[in-house]
Protein backbone atom coordinates (compact mmCIF):
# COMPACT_ATOMS: atom_id res chain seq x y z
CA UNK A 1 0.00 0.00 0.00
CA UNK A 2 2.88 2.16 0.83
CA UNK A 3 4.26 1.43 -2.82
CA UNK A 4 0.65 1.69 -4.30
CA UNK A 5 0.23 5.24 -2.60
CA UNK A 6 4.19 6.59 -3.26
CA UNK A 7 3.54 7.39 1.01
CA UNK A 8 3.97 5.90 3.91
CA UNK A 9 1.06 4.70 6.19
CA UNK A 10 1.27 4.91 9.75
CA UNK A 11 0.95 1.63 11.40
CA UNK A 12 2.64 -1.89 13.38
CA UNK A 13 2.91 -4.95 11.76
CA UNK A 14 0.67 -7.31 13.09
CA UNK A 15 1.72 -10.55 14.54
CA UNK A 16 0.51 -13.88 13.32
CA UNK A 17 -0.31 -15.14 16.91
CA UNK A 18 -3.88 -13.47 16.70
CA UNK A 19 -6.73 -16.35 18.45
CA UNK A 20 -8.67 -14.96 15.64
CA UNK A 21 -9.45 -12.22 12.77
CA UNK A 22 -9.50 -8.84 13.25
CA UNK A 23 -10.36 -5.95 10.59
CA UNK A 24 -8.38 -3.15 11.40
CA UNK A 25 -9.25 0.24 10.07
CA UNK A 26 -7.40 3.53 9.12
CA UNK A 27 -8.72 6.18 7.21
CA UNK A 28 -5.84 8.69 5.91
CA UNK A 29 -6.22 11.95 4.01
CA UNK A 30 -3.93 12.01 1.00
CA UNK A 31 -3.00 15.07 -1.29
CA UNK A 32 -1.12 15.03 -4.56
CA UNK A 33 -0.96 18.49 -6.47
CA UNK A 34 -4.66 19.69 -6.57
CA UNK A 35 -5.85 16.08 -6.38
CA UNK A 36 -7.43 15.43 -3.09
CA UNK A 37 -8.37 11.39 -1.72
CA UNK A 38 -10.13 10.23 1.40
CA UNK A 39 -8.61 6.74 1.67
CA UNK A 40 -9.88 3.92 3.80
CA UNK A 41 -7.68 0.74 4.34
CA UNK A 42 -8.74 -2.14 6.19
CA UNK A 43 -6.36 -4.95 7.23
CA UNK A 44 -7.38 -8.59 8.41
CA UNK A 45 -5.29 -9.17 10.47
CA UNK A 46 -5.05 -12.78 11.97
CA UNK A 47 -6.22 -13.90 8.51
CA UNK A 48 -5.20 -17.26 7.82
CA UNK A 49 -2.91 -18.10 11.05
CA UNK A 50 -5.64 -19.98 12.88
CA UNK A 51 -5.38 -23.67 13.04
CA UNK A 52 -9.38 -24.04 12.74
CA UNK A 53 -9.78 -21.54 9.67
CA UNK A 54 -13.86 -22.75 9.12
CA UNK A 55 -15.31 -18.94 10.30
CA UNK A 56 -11.93 -16.76 9.08
CA UNK A 57 -14.08 -15.56 6.71
CA UNK A 58 -16.91 -14.42 8.45
CA UNK A 59 -15.41 -10.95 10.46
CA UNK A 60 -14.83 -9.81 7.07
CA UNK A 61 -18.18 -10.73 5.98
CA UNK A 62 -19.71 -9.13 8.89
CA UNK A 63 -17.54 -5.87 8.69
CA UNK A 64 -18.67 -5.33 5.19
CA UNK A 65 -22.48 -5.68 5.77
CA UNK A 66 -21.91 -3.49 8.70
CA UNK A 67 -20.50 -0.89 6.57
CA UNK A 68 -23.95 -1.25 4.06
CA UNK A 69 -25.73 -1.45 7.25
CA UNK A 70 -24.54 2.04 8.29
CA UNK A 71 -25.37 3.65 5.17
CA UNK A 72 -29.02 2.38 4.81
CA UNK A 73 -29.27 3.76 8.10
CA UNK A 74 -28.40 7.24 6.96
CA UNK A 75 -30.34 6.67 3.75
CA UNK A 76 -33.49 5.52 5.57
CA UNK A 77 -33.44 9.27 7.81
CA UNK A 78 -35.75 11.96 6.95
CA UNK A 79 -33.07 14.63 6.73
CA UNK A 80 -30.21 12.72 4.87
CA UNK A 81 -26.83 14.37 4.18
CA UNK A 82 -25.34 11.73 1.94
CA UNK A 83 -23.81 14.71 0.12
CA UNK A 84 -20.93 15.03 3.36
CA UNK A 85 -21.25 11.71 4.61
CA UNK A 86 -18.48 9.43 5.15
CA UNK A 87 -19.03 6.96 3.24
CA UNK A 88 -17.09 3.82 4.62
CA UNK A 89 -18.17 0.71 1.99
CA UNK A 90 -15.25 -0.96 0.91
CA UNK A 91 -15.12 -0.56 -2.84
CA UNK A 92 -12.19 -3.07 -3.56
CA UNK A 93 -10.98 -5.75 -1.91
CA UNK A 94 -6.99 -6.68 -2.60
CA UNK A 95 -6.88 -10.36 -2.40
CA UNK A 96 -3.76 -11.37 -1.56
CA UNK A 97 -2.92 -15.26 -3.17
CA UNK A 98 0.46 -16.57 -1.94
CA UNK A 99 3.45 -17.14 -4.13
CA UNK A 100 2.93 -21.11 -3.91
CA UNK A 101 3.09 -21.94 -7.99
CA UNK A 102 0.69 -25.11 -7.32
CA UNK A 103 -3.14 -23.95 -6.91
CA UNK A 104 -5.19 -22.01 -4.31
CA UNK A 105 -5.77 -22.83 -1.22
CA UNK A 106 -9.60 -23.94 0.53
CA UNK A 107 -9.59 -20.46 2.39
CA UNK A 108 -8.83 -18.28 -0.87
CA UNK A 109 -11.76 -20.28 -1.96
CA UNK A 110 -14.03 -20.31 0.42
CA UNK A 111 -13.60 -16.89 1.67
CA UNK A 112 -13.53 -15.24 -2.19
CA UNK A 113 -17.06 -17.06 -2.55
CA UNK A 114 -18.92 -15.48 0.24
CA UNK A 115 -17.37 -11.98 -0.67
CA UNK A 116 -17.75 -12.07 -4.67
CA UNK A 117 -21.67 -10.61 -3.69
CA UNK A 118 -20.39 -8.08 -1.63
CA UNK A 119 -17.31 -6.45 -2.49
CA UNK A 120 -15.17 -6.11 -5.83
CA UNK A 121 -12.64 -8.49 -5.72
CA UNK A 122 -9.28 -8.07 -7.68
CA UNK A 123 -6.91 -10.75 -6.49
CA UNK A 124 -3.13 -10.52 -6.46
CA UNK A 125 -0.16 -12.47 -6.38
CA UNK A 126 1.90 -11.21 -4.13
CA UNK A 127 5.43 -11.69 -3.87
CA UNK A 128 5.72 -12.98 -7.33
CA UNK A 129 9.57 -12.54 -7.88
CA UNK A 130 9.37 -15.56 -5.10
CA UNK A 131 8.77 -17.68 -8.59
CA UNK A 132 9.85 -18.09 -11.63
CA UNK A 133 8.45 -16.77 -15.11
CA UNK A 134 7.70 -19.80 -16.57
CA UNK A 135 6.04 -21.19 -13.33
CA UNK A 136 3.87 -17.47 -12.67
CA UNK A 137 2.43 -17.94 -16.30
CA UNK A 138 1.16 -21.43 -15.29
CA UNK A 139 0.02 -20.55 -11.84
CA UNK A 140 -2.51 -17.66 -13.45
CA UNK A 141 -3.77 -19.54 -15.88
CA UNK A 142 -4.42 -22.07 -12.58
CA UNK A 143 -5.66 -19.51 -10.54
CA UNK A 144 -7.99 -18.29 -13.02
CA UNK A 145 -9.54 -22.05 -14.06
CA UNK A 146 -10.20 -22.22 -10.05
CA UNK A 147 -12.11 -19.72 -10.06
CA UNK A 148 -14.29 -20.04 -12.79
CA UNK A 149 -14.76 -23.59 -11.85
CA UNK A 150 -15.69 -22.75 -8.51
CA UNK A 151 -18.24 -19.91 -9.64
CA UNK A 152 -16.06 -16.95 -8.11
CA UNK A 153 -16.59 -13.62 -9.39
CA UNK A 154 -13.99 -11.33 -9.46
CA UNK A 155 -13.90 -7.78 -10.56
CA UNK A 156 -13.82 -7.41 -14.44
CA UNK A 157 -12.48 -4.16 -15.57
CA UNK A 158 -15.45 -2.49 -17.42
CA UNK A 159 -15.24 -3.30 -21.37
CA UNK A 160 -18.41 -0.81 -22.35
CA UNK A 161 -16.86 2.54 -22.46
CA UNK A 162 -15.14 2.51 -25.44
CA UNK A 163 -12.27 5.10 -24.14
CA UNK A 164 -11.40 2.01 -21.67
CA UNK A 165 -12.68 -0.65 -23.17
CA UNK A 166 -9.31 -1.83 -25.01
CA UNK A 167 -7.20 -0.99 -21.97
CA UNK A 168 -9.64 -2.59 -19.69
CA UNK A 169 -9.94 -5.88 -22.04
CA UNK A 170 -6.01 -6.25 -22.33
CA UNK A 171 -5.98 -5.79 -18.27
CA UNK A 172 -8.88 -8.39 -17.50
CA UNK A 173 -6.79 -10.77 -19.63
CA UNK A 174 -3.29 -10.22 -17.36
CA UNK A 175 -5.85 -10.98 -13.90
CA UNK A 176 -4.79 -12.16 -11.42
CA UNK A 177 -1.97 -9.18 -11.04
CA UNK A 178 1.72 -10.42 -10.10
CA UNK A 179 2.76 -7.37 -7.60
CA UNK A 180 5.94 -7.09 -5.96
CA UNK A 181 6.54 -3.88 -3.30
CA UNK A 182 9.32 -1.70 -2.00
CA UNK A 183 9.93 1.75 -0.67
CA UNK A 184 13.59 1.19 -1.11
CA UNK A 185 14.98 3.50 -4.21
CA UNK A 186 17.86 1.99 -6.16
CA UNK A 187 19.37 4.32 -8.65
CA UNK A 188 19.65 2.15 -11.93
CA UNK A 189 21.43 4.00 -14.36
CA UNK A 190 21.07 7.29 -14.04
CA UNK A 191 17.02 7.63 -12.09
CA UNK A 192 16.16 6.73 -9.01
CA UNK A 193 13.59 3.47 -8.52
CA UNK A 194 11.81 1.71 -6.07
CA UNK A 195 13.55 -1.77 -6.55
CA UNK A 196 14.55 -4.89 -4.24
CA UNK A 197 17.90 -5.96 -4.59
CA UNK A 198 18.61 -9.72 -4.41
CA UNK A 199 22.35 -11.48 -4.61
CA UNK A 200 21.18 -12.25 -8.03
CA UNK A 201 20.07 -9.09 -9.31
CA UNK A 202 17.45 -6.15 -8.89
CA UNK A 203 13.62 -6.60 -9.35
CA UNK A 204 12.62 -2.97 -10.54
CA UNK A 205 8.59 -2.38 -8.98
CA UNK A 206 7.71 -0.19 -11.78
CA UNK A 207 9.15 -2.10 -14.70
CA UNK A 208 6.37 -4.14 -15.99
CA UNK A 209 8.70 -7.01 -17.41
CA UNK A 210 9.34 -7.65 -14.13
CA UNK A 211 6.19 -7.72 -12.45
CA UNK A 212 2.18 -6.02 -12.54
CA UNK A 213 2.70 -3.15 -10.08
CA UNK A 214 1.99 -0.65 -12.63
CA UNK A 215 -0.84 -2.51 -14.18
CA UNK A 216 -2.29 -2.41 -10.94
CA UNK A 217 -1.91 0.84 -10.06
CA UNK A 218 -3.25 2.38 -13.43
CA UNK A 219 -6.65 0.13 -13.15
CA UNK A 220 -7.32 0.99 -9.25
CA UNK A 221 -6.60 4.32 -9.10
CA UNK A 222 -5.92 5.88 -12.49
CA UNK A 223 -9.00 4.33 -14.61
CA UNK A 224 -11.44 2.37 -13.05
CA UNK A 225 -11.69 4.08 -9.50
CA UNK A 226 -15.33 5.87 -10.36
CA UNK A 227 -16.28 2.29 -11.76
CA UNK A 228 -14.96 0.59 -8.76
CA UNK A 229 -17.19 2.84 -6.27
CA UNK A 230 -20.06 2.29 -8.75
CA UNK A 231 -19.99 -1.32 -8.90
CA UNK A 232 -20.35 -1.15 -4.91
CA UNK A 233 -23.38 0.99 -5.10
CA UNK A 234 -25.56 -0.48 -7.89
CA UNK A 235 -24.31 -3.36 -7.59
CA UNK A 236 -23.27 -4.85 -3.84
CA UNK A 237 -25.30 -2.41 -1.94
CA UNK A 238 -28.51 -2.69 -3.86
CA UNK A 239 -28.73 -6.34 -2.96
CA UNK A 240 -27.45 -5.87 0.10
CA UNK A 241 -30.52 -3.09 0.44
CA UNK A 242 -32.85 -5.18 -1.39
CA UNK A 243 -32.67 -8.24 0.76
CA UNK A 244 -32.79 -6.19 4.03
CA UNK A 245 -35.89 -4.57 2.67
CA UNK A 246 -37.20 -7.48 1.80
CA UNK A 247 -36.71 -9.07 5.36
CA UNK A 248 -38.57 -5.88 6.33
CA UNK A 249 -41.35 -6.67 4.81
CA UNK A 250 -41.35 -4.07 1.79
CA UNK A 251 -41.48 -5.34 -1.44
CA UNK A 252 -41.90 -3.55 -5.07
CA UNK A 253 -45.59 -5.06 -5.74
CA UNK A 254 -48.54 -7.07 -3.99
CA UNK A 255 -49.63 -10.88 -5.40
CA UNK A 256 -51.81 -9.37 -7.84
CA UNK A 257 -48.90 -7.05 -9.26
CA UNK A 258 -49.84 -4.23 -8.09
CA UNK A 259 -47.51 -1.23 -6.68
CA UNK A 260 -46.95 -1.80 -3.25
CA UNK A 261 -47.65 1.20 -1.08
CA UNK A 262 -44.98 2.42 1.72
CA UNK A 263 -47.52 3.53 3.80
CA UNK A 264 -49.63 0.16 2.97
CA UNK A 265 -45.91 -1.77 3.99
CA UNK A 266 -45.76 0.19 6.76
CA UNK A 267 -49.18 -0.02 8.31
CA UNK A 268 -48.93 -3.98 8.06
CA UNK A 269 -46.13 -3.93 9.28
CA UNK A 270 -46.79 -1.82 12.35
CA UNK A 271 -49.97 -3.84 13.43
CA UNK A 272 -48.02 -7.01 12.83
CA UNK A 273 -45.37 -5.24 15.78
CA UNK A 274 -47.96 -4.70 17.79
CA UNK A 275 -49.88 -7.86 17.03
CA UNK A 276 -46.70 -9.89 18.49
CA UNK A 277 -46.17 -7.33 21.20
CA UNK A 278 -49.43 -7.64 22.49
CA UNK A 279 -49.23 -11.32 21.97
CA UNK A 280 -45.73 -11.60 24.36
CA UNK A 281 -47.42 -8.71 26.52
CA UNK A 282 -50.22 -11.51 27.22
CA UNK A 283 -47.81 -14.24 27.37
CA UNK A 284 -45.94 -12.36 29.76
CA UNK A 285 -48.80 -11.42 31.71
CA UNK A 286 -49.81 -15.03 32.11
CA UNK A 287 -46.64 -16.33 33.11
CA UNK A 288 -45.83 -13.21 35.82
CA UNK A 289 -49.83 -15.07 37.19
CA UNK A 290 -48.46 -18.73 36.92
CA UNK A 291 -45.32 -17.62 38.91
CA UNK A 292 -47.29 -16.04 41.39
CA UNK A 293 -49.27 -18.83 41.87
CA UNK A 294 -46.27 -21.16 41.81
CA UNK A 295 -45.05 -18.60 44.54
CA UNK A 296 -48.40 -18.49 46.65
CA UNK A 297 -48.14 -22.59 46.48
CA UNK A 298 -44.79 -22.40 47.65
CA UNK A 299 -45.22 -19.76 50.36
CA UNK A 300 -48.16 -21.74 51.67
CA UNK A 301 -46.24 -24.86 51.34
CA UNK A 302 -43.48 -23.36 53.52
CA UNK A 303 -46.36 -21.57 55.98
CA UNK A 304 -47.94 -24.98 56.84
CA UNK A 305 -44.38 -27.01 57.16
CA UNK A 306 -43.31 -24.00 59.54
CA UNK A 307 -46.99 -24.37 61.46
CA UNK A 308 -46.54 -28.45 61.88
CA UNK A 309 -42.53 -27.83 63.10
CA UNK A 310 -44.40 -25.83 65.30
CA UNK A 311 -46.74 -27.93 66.71
CA UNK A 312 -43.91 -30.69 66.95
CA UNK A 313 -41.72 -28.76 68.80
CA UNK A 314 -44.19 -27.37 71.31
CA UNK A 315 -45.48 -30.84 72.03
CA UNK A 316 -41.80 -32.03 72.49
CA UNK A 317 -41.28 -29.11 74.44
CA UNK A 318 -44.38 -30.12 76.86
CA UNK A 319 -43.05 -33.84 76.89
CA UNK A 320 -39.85 -32.89 78.02
CA UNK A 321 -41.36 -30.54 80.74
CA UNK A 322 -43.43 -33.45 81.87
CA UNK A 323 -40.98 -35.48 82.29
CA UNK A 324 -39.09 -33.17 84.33
CA UNK A 325 -41.93 -32.58 86.52
CA UNK A 326 -42.08 -36.68 87.48
CA UNK A 327 -38.46 -36.56 87.69
CA UNK A 328 -38.24 -33.55 90.14
CA UNK A 329 -41.47 -35.02 92.13
CA UNK A 330 -39.65 -38.50 92.31
CA UNK A 331 -36.20 -36.77 93.87
CA UNK A 332 -38.32 -34.84 96.03
CA UNK A 333 -40.26 -38.04 97.40
CA UNK A 334 -36.68 -39.92 97.50
CA UNK A 335 -35.35 -36.65 99.65
CA UNK A 336 -38.54 -36.78 101.77
CA UNK A 337 -37.95 -40.58 102.24
CA UNK A 338 -34.31 -39.92 103.18
CA UNK A 339 -34.82 -37.62 106.16
CA UNK A 340 -37.84 -39.96 107.53
CA UNK A 341 -35.28 -42.65 107.63
CA UNK A 342 -32.32 -40.29 108.75
CA UNK A 343 -34.60 -39.03 111.63
CA UNK A 344 -35.85 -42.45 112.47
CA UNK A 345 -32.72 -43.72 112.51
CA UNK A 346 -31.14 -40.66 114.71
CA UNK A 347 -33.92 -41.49 117.38
CA UNK A 348 -32.95 -45.41 117.39
CA UNK A 349 -29.60 -44.11 118.05
CA UNK A 350 -30.63 -41.69 120.95
CA UNK A 351 -32.63 -44.30 122.41
CA UNK A 352 -30.01 -47.04 122.67
CA UNK A 353 -27.48 -44.65 123.81
CA UNK A 354 -30.00 -43.52 126.33
CA UNK A 355 -30.38 -47.49 127.21
CA UNK A 356 -26.52 -47.74 127.58
CA UNK A 357 -26.05 -44.91 129.74
CA UNK A 358 -28.87 -46.68 132.34
CA UNK A 359 -27.06 -50.32 132.30
CA UNK A 360 -23.65 -48.93 133.07
CA UNK A 361 -25.49 -47.13 136.00
CA UNK A 362 -26.95 -49.96 137.09
CA UNK A 363 -23.74 -51.99 137.27
CA UNK A 364 -21.98 -49.42 138.63
CA UNK A 365 -24.68 -49.98 142.29
CA UNK A 366 -24.03 -53.27 142.11
CA UNK A 367 -20.65 -53.05 142.47
CA UNK A 368 -21.13 -50.67 145.07
CA UNK A 369 -23.25 -53.11 147.02
Request: hydrophobic fraction near 30%; proline fraction near 3%.
Amino acid sequence: MDTLFNTKFEGEPASHSQPGVQLKSSTYDLHESNVHLKLTIVSTVGFGDQINKEDSYKPIVEFIDAQFEAYLQEELKIRRVLHSYHDSRIHACLYFIAPSGHSLKSLDLVTMKKLDSKVDIIPIIAKSDAISKSELTKFKIKITSELVSNGVQIYQFPTDDESVAEINGTMNAHLPFAVIGSTEEVKIGNKMMKARQYPWGTVQVENEAHCDFVKLREMLIRVNMEDLREQTHTRHYELYRRCKLEEMGFKDTDPDNKPFSLQETYEAKRNEFLGELQKKEEEMRQMFVQRVKEKEAELKEAEKELHEKFDRLKKLHQDEKKKLEDKKKSLDDEVNAFKQRKTAAELLQSQAQQAGGSQTLKREKERKN
